[in-house]
């Protein structure tokens, strides 16, 4: 039988929710759901002066959202691998580095802060690739006992061992190896106790039966450090799969200062994206079915996932493909459900405290099936709730011409006569409106609508007038017949 499937997702909380984070965990949950396996929360939160206050609860509340909730994690602990957080797993390091420092696959080194940089120096001035030149390596137990009795501050330092080569079959990549030769002995518990990066991630993947990690391309040279620490320790590594980087349309790698992206998940959030848009996205940003679909609920994606078919070439992050996903998902909104989706950025924005409820309904459906987003709403509605409308660019040009008074004149005498304004006796009147003066097309409705809105595009002119209603309606034909 195969072993059971365990992956994890294992951000530091010093920031909120990427794009990048959230992908990397998308494909981990993917990859553990269509095998039945567990989605595991881990934090790594050594890094203490970059942790931010709420970066924990920030990651999970947004992964929450996006429908990615883990089997285990901090709040959801299985006893037999807790804690979940890196800082609370300080002994089970030290347990480890204790084991490798008696076996001699590691060593205190007690080279100080400037001694290392002067050495750093000296190779990049020779030329040659810096890495820890080993002072420290060959101390006799006296040495080192000598200079802990006097208190002197040490790393604990991975004696990498000669002549080896580290090869692996990434899921992604394919074959991919390193030689140890590259590697300078790497310090795997700093000066203050507190394991670093490469160190801890070996302990955790093995102790909570990690068997398979998707993660950035970023650590692909991690690897072989890690692999080594497998190799010491006498463990299996898991399965490695590196994905491709995120790039912008310019063909860049997307960084957390470019503000042309939107980049952390809470921003689609807060503009009222689709959650189930949003995980759709997300998944073909690097993955890509077989075939042409490319709307697919959770489940399907759960079914249809194969880390085969993760790109070897970095995924661009493409706006059209999401404001056309997005736009999908909220086409397939009912009515009511677009009006749930709509409504609190139109509260936020405008006073609705004397609109009907079927009045608002009625603006969403206007606007519903061009919508990606929630918040995209509330530009687009500005001219039902402005007291005074300003013509665009465009629109002042149009009105230059000369006859564009003569169907609002027409138009004006129609609906003075009416009660309340309705789709249907509106259309009547634009038709009769067309009957009496003669003008058709863009020379009849574009005035209308410039008179009534400002701009020159927009939903269906019924729908326009029965929203403004009568009284707004007959105000700005008003405006602009005595201008
Ligand atoms: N904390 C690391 C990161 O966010 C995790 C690396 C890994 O998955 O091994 O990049």
Known sequence: MMEKVRVRYAP???????????????????????????????????????????????????????????DESPYRPNPKYAPYRQMERLDIYRHYAQ????????????CTQEMLEQEHERQVSEGIAPRYNGRCAFLSPEEVALKEAQGQPYTIRLRVPENKTYAFEDMIRGHV????????DWVIVKANGIPTYNFAVVIDDHCMDITHVFRGEEHLSNTPKQLMLYDLLGWKAPQYGHMTLIVNENRKKLS??????????????????????????????????????????????????????????????????????????????????????????????????????????????????????GKEIVPLVSY????????????????????VKKPLLALRQYIEKMDVLTKENVKESIKKVQQETLVKGKMLYMPIRIALTGQMHGPDLSSILTLLGKETVLKRLDRTLLS
């Not at 990427?18 to 881990?42: C, E, M, P, S, V």
């Not at 190896?177 to 300078?184: K, V």
Request: charge should be negative; aromatic fraction near 14%; hydrophobic fraction near 35%.
């Open 99 to 110: 084991w490798l420092l008696e076996q001699g696959y590691a060593y205190k080194c007690f």
């Open 177 to 184: 190896s390193f030689e140890s030769r590259d590697i300078g």
């Open 384 to 403: 039902f709730f402005e007291q005074e409308i300003t013509l665009d660019e465009e629109a002042q040009q149009f009105m230059l011409q000369e006859d």
């Open 256 to 373: 957390k200062r470019d503000e042309s992206i939107m980049q952390f998940v809470s921003q689609y959030r807060d503009e009222g994206y689709i959650p189930e848009a949003m995980f759709n996205f997300l998944a073909l940003l690097g993955w890509s079915p077989e075939g042409e679909q490319e709307i697919f609920s959770k489940e399907e994606l759960i079914q249809h996932f194969n880390e085969k078919r993760l790109s070897r070439s970095p995924s661009m992050f493409d706006r059209d493909k999401l404001t056309w996903v997005s736009n999908r998902y909220m086409k397939d909104k009912s009515i009511q459900e677009a009006v749930e989706w709509c409504l609190p950025f139109l509260k936020e924005a405008y006073d609705l405290s004397h609109r009907s409820s079927e009045w608002i309904q009625m603006l969403v459906e206007t606007y519903h099936a061009q919508l990606s987003y």
């Open 12 to 70: 530091s909380p010093t920031g909120h929710l990427h794009i990048g984070g959230a992908r990397t965990a998308l494909f981990n949950y993917l990859f553990a759901k269509h095998y039945q396996g567990d989605f595991i929360f881990r934090l790594e939160d050594t890094d203490v002066e970059r942790n931010i206050v709420g970066g924990e609860e920030s990651q999970l509340e947004n992964l929450a959202w996006l429908g990615i909730v883990p």
